[in-house]
């Protein structure tokens, strides 16, 4: 249970470096989206289109885009089922 309390305690880190920055920006300058410490986070209001963008994007080669919304990773899943699916292809080829 150490390591939820250190992943918890990560997170709840990043997003407060996340606001600290945002904060730090002149008032016209916020965009509320970028990267702390190389983690992506976004604290716009959601899109259809940046919703599609992170978690189905075929055209996107990235296998983890940046999250919609908070700290951190969205699993591209337009990249991951054909990689599954060529994975399994092989290991049946090779049966």
């Known amino acids: 249970m150490k390591i939820n ?4 305690a990560a997170v709840l880190f990043l997003t407060l470096a996340a606001v600290a920055q945002e904060l730090n920006k002149p008032e016209g300058q916020r965009t509320w989206h ?17 919703f599609r963008d ?7 080669p990235r296998l983890f885009t940046d999250r919609v919304v908070g700290i951190g990773w969205a699993l591209n899943f ?4 054909p990689r599954l699916r060529d ?3 092989r290991l049946a080829e090779r049966s």
């Not at 309390?5 to 918890?8: D, V």
């Not at 970028?34 to 259809?48: A, Q």
């Not at 992170?54 to 996107?60: C, I």
């Open 5 to 8: 309390r250190l992943l918890r």
């Open 34 to 50: 970028g990267r702390v410490g190389g983690v992506p986070y976004d604290f716009r209001f959601p899109t259809f289109k940046r």
């Open 54 to 60: 992170a978690y189905w994007n075929p055209d996107d």
């Open 78 to 81: 337009g990249q991951l089922i």
């Open 87 to 89: 994975g399994y292809r």
